[in-house]
């Protein structure tokens, strides 16, 4: 009973720290402007996408190296459907519907492999992904890049714009993983991570389970890439296909804690900002400072600083 | 057959490479009873419970159960269809409260219920198994013996109707064997459930059984009353040697059933 209160109170105080941080997030947007109101959005949409892999790794297990290649589809399904006019609402529609796709065709298969097989598995397909997108140049423009079509709104308005749709995007991506996690779904992806063939005993259909939760996963990387393009309104496939949008958010999640929600929150934040301050102050050794962090972590938080600190302090 | 025999198995074979691991094995479990299986290692005991259960696909033969075939089924549709396993070495949700892990089982297994309504059933499930206290304790706070229980709590969360205990009284003590024997009998007094016991320790399977079936390198040697299987020679020649039972006749029936 006293455990139970006290997980309580640790869950409210949770909610609360989160919804009072994204109150200040919506206050702040009003009296940011240029450098540091692109930061913010861009470290919003690392989130999302760190949340992504999060559902992936931190609840399911499964660790999706290849990420980048719904960020990469995303961005450029809603490219050549806003080109050609559609209405935003559809082709944001469009977008989930075809990250879903590919998830049911491609991760079907690739769902198969365990472990470290899956993570290499998945970067193949994510690079497969953006050599189609570079070489398909009748469909994709290829090499020369996508670009989007010009909103007539004036900058200043239209980067806060993005603040806005962007930290929604991280809301919603919020608000789906805790429902996620307190429902069937969550239970049965936490199981699978256990032990999976002890969960097929248990009746849960572990591959459509697995399916399903990285379809829910691909289309928020999808939706961030999308925002992406159209914020950026030009993408190109070594950009938006780049691995290394995959490495930082698995990183992210880790650094943060994987499997809560707080921790790739964190973790994104903490990572982008370094990774701002390395590329402006050091550009040639933005990848040592990374790659140091990443060693540092391994080896002194495992667990990672949400778990560490957070956990640890209100007792297990 | 559909009401006497909930479940049956017809030449049942599964080949690992060249070995055969289970080799045409015919079973019946009848209805309501505790089916004993025993065999020394590698027998093929734990095989034949993977190709009931789903886990593994026969090479050979056919699987009833409760009246439809069910040969090459996947494990999530055994369990959904109502058969439930323990494993060797329990496989809870590590890092979670108990209570997660049979509620898990309560919320898949073979019915579909609300997150909301299970609550009691599960608090009811590991009451019977003695773990009420430790409801929010993880996993690796308990014993071997209330992780075993928990493995038991987790197939009645299922609601299966055929349970499939795999070596549960393996590294008990035994006072903790005589506590798991009254556990299942109790459970199996109070509930609708057929068991099928594969045990090395012997005491359990005596205690519980009602018909024992023996295998030895993947084939069915014997089956019978516990009684009927101590004293049969070819049993006693698997286990003991034919030269131990040439010098020592009848001796099962006073010590191997309580001694091993």
Redesign the interface.
């Known amino acids: 009973m006293v455990e139970n209160a006290k997980k309580k109170y640790e869950h409210i105080t949770m909610s609360m720290t989160i919804s009072l941080l994204l109150i200040v997030l919506f206050v702040v947007g009003i009296f940011v402007k240029g450098y540091y109101l692109r930061l913010l959005t861009s470290i919003y949409m690392f989130i999302v996408v760190a949340q992504a892999v999060n559902l992936m790794m931190g609840f399911m297990g499964y660790i999706p190296f290849g990420q980048a290649a719904f960020f990469g589809v995303g961005a450029y399904v809603a490219g050549l459907l806003m080109n050609r006019g559609l209405p935003l609402w559809l082709t944001f529609a469009a977008v989930v519907m075809i990250a879903s796709i590919f998830c049911v065709v491609f991760g079907t298969p690739l769902l198969r492999l365990r472990g470290a097989y899956f993570a290499v598995g998945t970067s193949a397909f994510s690079a497969a992904m953006s050599a189609i997108a570079l070489n398909a140049s009748r469909l994709t423009g290829g090499a020369g890049g996508l670009s989007f079509p010009i909103s007539p709104l004036a900058p200043e308005v239209l980067y806060r714009i993005f603040y806005y749709i962007m930290l929604s995007l991280l809301v919603v991506t919020l608000i789906s993983i805790t429902i996620i996690s307190k429902t069937r779904i969550g239970y049965a992806i936490r199981a699978i991570k256990a032990d999976e063939d002890a969960a097929a005993t248990l009746g849960i259909n572990t591959t459509f389970y697995k399916v399903l939760t990285w379809a829910i996963s691909a289309s928020f990387t999808a939706l961030a890439g999308a925002f992406y393009g159209w914020w950026m309104t030009y993408i190109h496939p070594l950009e938006v296909f780049n691995i290394n949008l995959a490495v930082v958010s698995i990183v992210s999640v880790l650094l943060g804690g994987s499997g809560t929600l707080l921790g790739p929150i964190i973790g994104g934040a903490v990572i982008q900002t370094i990774s701002e301050v390395a590329w402006a102050r050091f550009l040639e050794y933005h990848f040592l400072v990374l790659g140091t962090l990443i060693i540092l972590i391994v080896l002194f938080v495992p667990q990672g600083l949400f778990t560490r600190f957070w956990e640890g302090r209100h007792g297990k | 057959m559909v009401n006497d025999n909930i479940l049956i198995t017809k030449n049942v074979s599964k080949l690992f490479g060249q070995l055969r691991a289970v080799d045409s094995v015919d079973l019946c479990v009848k209805n309501g009873e505790i089916l004993g299986i025993i065999g020394p290692n590698g027998s093929g005991k734990t095989t034949l419970i993977n190709v009931i ?3 593994l696909r026969p090479d050979a033969g056919t699987v009833w159960f409760a009246g439809k075939e069910i040969t090459g089924y ?3 549709k055994t ?2 269809m109502g058969m ?2 323990t ?1 060797q070495v329990p ?4 890092g ?1 409260p108990i209570k ?1 892990t049979v ?3 309560a ?4 019915t579909k219920p609300r ?1 909301s309504s299970v609550h009691s059933f599960v608090e009811s499930c590991l009451a019977s198994v003695g773990l009420e206290k430790k409801i ?1 304790v ?1 996993p690796d706070h308990l014993t071997i013996q209330e992780l075993k229980k928990l493995e038991f709590a ?1 197939v009645l969360a ?1 609601r299966a109707r055929l349970v499939f205990l795999d070596e549960v009284f393996a590294g008990l003590r035994p006072q903790e064997v005589d506590d798991m024997v009254s556990l299942v009998r109790k459970i199996w007094q109070e509930k609708n459930i057929t068991f099928v016991i594969i045990e090395h320790v012997m005491r359990a399977v005596m205690n519980l059984a009602e018909r024992v079936v023996v295998l030895n390198a993947g084939k069915k040697i014997a089956q019978g009353t516990p009684h009927e299987i101590v004293n049969n020679k070819q049993v006693l020649e698997v286990y003991l040697g034919t030269r131990y039972v040439a010098q020592r006749k009848g001796w099962g029936d006073q010590s191997y059933a309580k001694g091993l």
Request: hydrophobic content about 40%; aromatic content about 14%; glycine content about 6%.
């Open positions: 259960t789903g886990f996947p494990a999530y369990a959904r439930a396993r494993f496989r809870p949700l590590q979670r997660d509620m898990t089982a919320l898949f297994g073979s997150i929010n993880t987790k299922t």
